[in-house]
């Protein structure tokens, strides 16, 4: 389990990470073993456990194991001894519809079609930064003017082209990335569309974006990357299909 996800670059200290491991690894549990419980099978106080729940932001015990649960039971890594058909499933255009309706599709590429003189702004960091850079050059030869930017941009690069910008496009798995969601907010404050690509769980870039689409993330704790995941793979063939819907309007209009 990748304690640094749920962290989100809180400063833990070794006692506090110990913790935080015992409740991911007995996540079921800890809610009848109770603060007492956990702070006397870990030989700490309970104040620890309090000041922890603060740290990562939750307003208590109860409020942080309702919100990690979700994330925690809906992060089955996918074992690489899966049956042809689990793979199939895994791997398969179903998934790409399961939390996306079809007229959320049409809605983006019509506004994709309607976007002449502005352009996209697109941003992310990490493995979403690899899909970024992709649909950033697919924009670019349907004709569209981006620009496109990650964590390691100057904040200048985004902050001195928001009168230019006519859809800030977002991606990040976990939908919390710090900067991702922070460069969303301030779109939305300069009445930018902002469009985001996340996972299915509820996430504070979704709720700033005027579009958010959602694709299964089958290992949300696995912070590296390091498992198979059909999550980005997904994303860019959700994207394609976005782009299918693009022509069939630019046809439609002919």
């Known amino acids: 389990m990748q304690i640094k996800k749920i962290a989100n670059g809180k400063k833990l200290n070794d ?7 015992y409740i991911i690894e ?29 740290k990562l ?14 994330q925690i039971k809906n ?3 996918i074992s690489l001894t899966n049956t042809a058909y689990q793979h199939n499933n895994l791997f398969s255009i179903p998934h790409l519809t399961q939390f996306n309706d079809y007229h959320l599709l049409q809605a983006f590429a019509e506004k994709l079609s309607l976007l ?21 050059k697919k924009l670019l030869v349907l ?10 941009d100057s904040a200048a690069v985004f902050e001195n082209n928001l009168s230019h910008i006519g859809i800030f496009l977002a991606v990040s798995k976990s939908g919390h990335t710090e900067q991702v969601v922070n460069k969303a907010r301030t779109a939305r404050e300069n009445n930018i ?20 689409f959602k694709i299964e993330d089958n290992n949300k704790l696995d912070d590296l990357n390091i498992f198979p995941n059909p999550f980005f793979p997904n994303l860019l063939m959700l994207f394609e299909a976005i782009t299918y819907e693009y022509h069939q309007q630019i046809i439609a209009k002919q």
């Open 116 to 136: 002449d003189h502005k352009f996209f702004f697109i941003y992310a960091t990490g493995f979403s930064g690899i899909i970024a850079e992709y649909i950033h």
């Open 143 to 152: 004709g569209k003017k981006s620009m496109l930017a990650s964590g390691s």
């Open 15 to 21: 006692v506090e990470q110990r913790v935080l491991n």
């Open 75 to 77: 992060s089955t890594q």
């Open 57 to 70: 932001g939750f307003t208590g015990f109860v409020d942080m194991h309702y919100k990690l649960y979700p």
């Open 193 to 212: 569309f902002v469009v985001s690509f996340t996972n299915e769980l509820a996430n504070p870039l979704a709720e700033l974006s005027d579009i958010n």
């Open 26 to 54: 007995n996540i079921d549990d800890v809610m009848s073993m109770g603060v007492r419980g956990i702070a006397k099978n870990n030989y700490t106080s309970t104040s620890v456990i309090m000041r922890l729940t603060k």
